[in-house]
T-cell receptor, first 111, second 113 residues
Framework: GENVEQHPSTLSVQEGDSAVIKCTYS??????FPWYKQELGKRPQLIID?????GEKKDQRIAVTLNKTAKHFSLHITETQPEDSAVYFC??????????FGQGTTLQVKP | DAGVIQSPRHEVTEMGQEVTLRCKPI?????LFWYRQTMMRGLELLIY????????DSGMPEDRFSAKMPNASFSTLKIQPSEPRDSAVYFC???????????FGSGTRLTVV
């Protein structure tokens, strides 16, 4: 069935280091892959997305890569800052428009 | 744009009472989703609508849950009767359709005592 696996579930890094979160998806027809950031007590917010015709996309300190053959995609955050601390969710889009979310990664950036 | 608007922000109710959560999607978005979030189960999709029509309600926990979308600008999620295990944050989200991300509302924090 439809499934998105996300790893790690928790990640702790020192301020200034890089953080990488990885996801795999099961439906080869998926063609849209957004990433959401959810701060404590707030709503998930879209931070970056990538479509299946692109292998990599970058926006300042965050980047996403996609390997369609392997059905993997990853979020990379460079020069992490304490305000990057949050829960991050990956997702894959079904043809119906429904997003299947990963289980979430709690990122802690230590000052 | 005011974004996706949910009400109420917080709801505390007694077990057995009816609860109605409300959502106004972004104008022009033709897909609407109801999610439930708990620490144990993460983000669970309950039901979603395309063009006001329910497409998939397989995530609705049981017959106590029902959702409607009478028009493009309003949806409700009803729980009757409510139980303590329904306590969670309920998010509504809308999107322009396949290939677009969701915009989430601020959520309704439901506590059933």
């Amino acid at each position: 069935g439809e499934n998105v696996e996300q790893h790690p579930s928790t990640l702790s890094v020192q301020e200034g280091d890089s953080a990488v979160i990885k996801c795999t998806y099961s439906d080869s027809a998926s063609n849209y892959f957004p990433w959401y950031k959810q701060e404590l007590g707030k709503r998930p917010q879209l931070i970056i997305d990538i479509r299946s015709n692109v292998g990599e996309k970058k926006d300042q300190r965050i980047a996403v890569t996609l390997n369609k053959t392997a059905k993997h995609f990853s979020l990379h955050i460079t020069e992490t800052q304490p305000e990057d601390s949050a829960v991050y969710f990956c997702a894959a889009s079904m043809l119906t428009g429904k997003l299947i979310f990963g289980q979430g990664t709690t990122l802690q950036v230590k000052p | 744009d005011a974004g996706v608007i949910q009400s109420p922000r917080h709801e505390v109710t007694e077990m057995g009472q009816e609860v109605t959560l409300r959502c106004k999607p972004i104008s022009g978005h033709n897909s609407l989703f109801w999610y439930r979030q708990t620490m144990m189960r993460g983000l669970e999709l309950l039901i979603y609508f395309n063009n006001n029509v329910p497409i998939d309600d397989s995530g609705m926990p049981e017959d106590r849950f029902s959702a409607k979308m009478p028009n493009a600008s309003f949806s409700t999620l009803k729980i009757q009767p409510s139980e303590p295990r329904d306590s969670a944050v309920y998010f509504c989200a809308s999107s322009q359709g396949q290939g677009y991300g969701y915009t989430f509302g601020s959520g309704t924090r439901l506590t059933v005592v």
